[in-house]
T-cell receptor, first 110, second 116 residues
Framework: AQSVTQLDSHVSVSEGTPVLLRCNYSSSYSPSLFWYVQHPNKGLQLLLKYTSAATLVKGINGFEAEFKKSETSFHLTKPSAHMSDAAEYFCVVRVNKLTFGGGTRVLVKP | GAVVSQHPSRVICKSGTSVKIECRSLDFQATTMFWYRQFPKQSLMLMATSNEGSKATYEQGVEKDKFLINHASLTLSTLTVTSAHPEDSSFYIC????????????FGPGTRLTVL
């Protein structure tokens, strides 16, 4: 069985400050891990993915995530938030199918 | 990048009627398509996986006779909610992958279904 827990349902940051979205996973096998972003009225977009190569994964739009097996975590970070980063973010684990976390809504204040 | 569209984006129907939602891959051939359901303020739940020309594989707890899935071509899959009830109201999202279910999935924008 596999599961994903996103530790924060909402995160509020000021523009230009760092963003941290926390994700913990559980999996019986070595998983692939993903972060997706969902903007209103748009399809989910893949930000980055971990598939057992480098543990620090760089994605689009300045996002990156670090896979820590000992902590079963895959937290997403960005050094400087932009207004366009306001959206819903999903951490996803895949063994045989995609299993989504509950989502984190990011609010960016000017 | 790969684009997936859904139609309609919103639909309102009366209880007891059937509703069809289309999912199209616009610039690639989708050998596998997936249907998800997203409840308000909740995450996406996989409903079923379909391969072109084959019967869909439904997740546990999803009624296959209520949620009919057809994947008749490499660019089109349809989800029909039969005899809809208010509890079927939800956001339905499809995704598609090229070359098999373990390749990257590209997601459609979703369809908001409201059953009165």
């Amino acid at each position: 069985a596999q599961s994903v827990t996103q530790l924060d349902s909402h995160v509020s940051v000021s523009e230009g400050t760092p963003v941290l979205l926390r994700c913990n996973y559980s999996s019986s096998y070595s998983p692939s891990l993903f972060w997706y972003v969902q903007h209103p009225n748009k399809g989910l977009q893949l930000l980055l993915k971990y598939t057992s190569a480098a543990t620090l994964v760089k994605g689009i739009n300045g996002f990156e995530a670090e896979f820590k097996k000992s902590e079963t975590s895959f937290h997403l970070t960005k050094p400087s938030a932009h207004m366009s980063d306001a959206a819903e973010y999903f951490c996803v684990v895949r063994v045989n199918k995609l299993t989504f976390g509950g989502g984190t809504r990011v609010l960016v204040k000017p | 990048g790969a684009v997936v569209s859904q139609h309609p984006s919103r639909v309102i129907c009366k209880s007891g009627t059937s509703v069809k939602i289309e999912c199209r891959s616009l610039d690639f051939q989708a050998t596998t398509m997936f249907w998800y359901r997203q409840f308000p303020k909740q995450s996406l739940m996989l409903m079923a996986t379909s391969n072109e020309g084959s019967k869909a594989t439904y997740e546990q707890g999803v009624e296959k006779d209520k949620f009919l899935i057809n994947h008749a071509s490499l660019t089109l899959s349809t989800l029909t909610v039969t005899s809809a009830h208010p509890e079927d109201s939800s956001f339905y999202i499809c995704s598609a992958s090229e070359g098999g279910p373990y390749n990257e999935q590209f997601f459609g924008p979703g369809t908001r279904l409201t059953v009165l």
